[in-house]
């Protein structure tokens, strides 16, 4: 289980109105090809990046800024009704999007409880005030699988 499943699980098992958005691999024939984006709330996708696009290029992939402003933020900003946020993640394909950045923003000056994954290594000013601002959990190999319902707990009590 990597680290999109582990949200997206904890999210459902905590059994509250989830909004924002879950970054998913986009996999053909075994090979990822790219990164599809999910808005929890309303169902749509599109693709973060994949390796045809024309946006900023990060590795071998290139962000696709329309769906990341009209998927993704969006999805974020249209979250600030439901019970629980969720950001996955906030690493540097998203933080090439200011309409992604400014939703997260948002998010976290609500006053809502909020699920995110943060790319370990980011010093972007907005990852490092995620760190200032919540419990900050790593997930690894070894704790992937038993984090979920310590997770989902917490959530339920928020």
């Known amino acids: 289980m990597g680290k ?3 949200v997206q ?4 098992a905590a059994k509250v109105k989830v909004g924002g958005v879950l970054a998913r691999d986009k996999t053909i024939k075994d090979r990822r090809v790219g990164f599809e984006l999910l808005d929890l709330g309303s169902g749509h996708t599109g693709m973060l990046a994949d390796e045809t696009g024309t946006g900023p290029q990060l590795g071998k992939y290139r962000v696709r800024l329309n769906d990341l402003d009209q998927i993704g933020a969006k999805a974020i900003e249209d979250a600030l009704i439901a019970d629980l946020i969720v950001v996955d993640e906030v690493g540097p394909m998203e933080l090439s999007s200011r309409r992604f950045v400014r939703a ?3 998010a976290i000056a609500s006053d809502k409880p909020m699920l995110v994954v943060l790319h ?3 010093v972007h000013p907005l990852a490092k005030k995620i760190r200032k601002t919540f419990r900050v959990i790593t997930v690894t190999n070894e704790n992937r699988d038993t984090l979920r319902d310590g997770l989902a707990k917490e959530l ?3």
């Open 156 to 158: 339920k009590m928020l």
């Open 104 to 106: 997260v923003e948002k």
């Open 9 to 12: 699980k904890a999210a459902e």
């Open 120 to 122: 370990q290594w980011s």
């Open 4 to 6: 999109s499943t582990l």
